[in-house]
């Protein structure tokens, strides 16, 4: 799957807060005029657009949209009207963005967790020595932290009804997505005191500096952020488990992942350890070759990863490139479905040395697209035990393979829709709307982490123990 997913909930929400605001106006007939293309081109072209809404639900959308347009706008404020559109398809896949970047001057400067829907200081990059880690912030602009939480969630596409992966991008991208000001005010507890403190907003550079730097907030830093290399890590502890750790698919050559995965299956098997906790967390998917490589060094059996994609007819005429070699076949309402020449179908065979141990696969909500359909095919293959929080992508498969690109004639908004959609060999009766239920949640304590804990690996190393 083509990796666009790094994105797949920012460029929705980011797009609304750092994007600088274009300040041509654009008049009622051109707005409208945006719209009707981007009905065009969605109604044509996107391969699952009413997986989640009636054809109703999705005119009446447009017409509401359409009966907001009544005075000139910009073009941000144009994109926000457009919004309930890309809600309501819920496509990690379909997003928007505007054509114009300017970072915001100053930003919020602090990380925070996310705990029964309260907001909880995670690194603190303010020059205030009080909102140290573990601080729970009661207010931010006299806000509370938990309609702050719900506010910003409902501002993020994700696939279905996925709210894990709210979550996760509502932690990591907050500073982005809460409205950038020069001054905060902030109310928060610590040790059962209360207090309310007026921060400054900070530029990025200095944020960054004062996290990295502030002694408090080292032993939360990540120390491999999952957008900076190394991408892959693998290690043996005390002869009784391995782990592999893969951040991030296709920022890594195939090559290179190929010979990571071969080294490290043959170094347990060479040391005869029988578990393997394999992490994806926070990995955000990447193209199929990456997980199917994957599934063939732990699956000792041939096994089906896909069972077909479907597209329109759209991406059928077009005959670009790229689909010259698959095969489609026409199933009716201008839908085909591919049936072969593409990556997944048919049967996958075991590599030539595989682990037969047992796998242990640590996933969360930002476990996306082509990482989440790992967990489904283990899952539907009853070959591990998943552990920690529903992933980010649909368990019987999501959109990806190869997008169309639209930049709406008037206003420039920059439009990404899939052109396939892809059906995982799974029993799709199973999850709907939603990412496999692990095995066994496990959630964290904001104690945790302030203490450095990784509480999700701590539990897996107990189950192996047992």
């Known amino acids: 799957m083509k990796n666009t997913t790094f994105l797949l909930f920012i460029f929705a929400i980011i797009s609304f807060s750092i994007y600088g605001q274009n300040e041509n106006l654009l008049s009622i007939q051109q707005q409208l005029n945006d719209i009707d293309e981007l009905e065009q081109k969605l109604k044509t072209i996107h391969p699952s657009l009413y997986r989640f809404c009636t054809p109703m639900e999705f005119d009446s959308t447009l017409n509401s949209i359409k009966t907001r347009i009544y005075k000139t706008n910009t073009e941000k404020e144009f994109s926000v009207l457009l919004s309930p559109i890309f809600l309501l398809i819920k496509d990690a896949h379909t997003w928007q963005q505007l054509s114009k970047r300017e970072q915001s001057n100053t930003l919020i400067p602090l990380d925070f967790r996310i705990f029964k829907n309260q907001l909880f200081v995670y690194n603190n990059c303010s020059y205030k020595n009080e909102l140290s880690p573990g601080t729970k912030i009661l207010t931010i602009n006299n806000e509370k932290s938990e309609d702050i939480i719900t506010r910003l969630k409902a501002t993020i596409i994700t696939d279905g009804f996925i709210e894990t992966t709210k979550e996760r991008a509502v932690e990591e991208w907050f500073k982005y997505i809460f409205p950038p000001q020069n001054h905060y005010l902030i109310s928060f507890q610590n040790k059962n005191k209360s207090k309310t403190i007026d921060v400054d907003g900070l530029t990025e550079n200095i944020i960054d500096s004062i996290r990295t730097n502030r002694l408090e907030n080292k032993i939360q830093l990540k120390s491999e952020p999952f957008h900076i290399a190394p991408y892959t890590k693998f290690s043996i502890h005390s002869n009784d488990y391995g782990v592999i750790k893969i951040k ?48 063939s060094k732990i699956f000792n059996q041939p096994f089906e990863y896909c069972d077909s994609l479907i597209t329109t007819k759209f991406t059928f005429e077009e005959k670009i490139a790229f689909d010259s070699t698959k095969v489609f076949v026409p199933m009716g309402n201008g839908f085909y479905k591919v049936v072969k020449n593409a990556r997944g179908l048919g049967l996958q065979y075991p590599s030539n040395e595989t682990f037969k141990g047992n796998i242990y696969l640590l996933v969360d909500g930002s476990s996306n697209s082509s990482s989440a359909q790992i967990a489904s095919l283990i899952y539907q293959n009853h070959r591990g035990t998943i552990i920690g929080e529903e992933p980010g992508g649909l368990f019987e498969g999501g959109t990806g393979e190869h997008h169309y690109y639209l930049t709406l004639t008037n206003s420039s908004i920059k439009v990404q829709i899939p052109r396939y959609r892809i059906v995982l060999h799974v029993d799709s009766s199973k999850f709907y709307g939603h990412g496999v239920k692990p095995d066994y949640e496990v959630k964290s304590e904001i104690e945790d982490l302030i203490q450095g804990k990784d509480p999700v690996m701590e539990f897996t190393i107990g189950l192996i123990k047992k």
């Open 248 to 295: 991030w698919f296709d920022k890594i050559p195939f090559t290179e992942y190929k010979s990571f995965l071969d080294s490290s299956i043959n170094e347990l098997n060479k040391k005869q350890i029988t578990n393997l906790i394999i992490d994806l967390r926070w990995n955000i998917g990447g193209p199929r070759e990456y997980p199917i490589y994957l599934l």
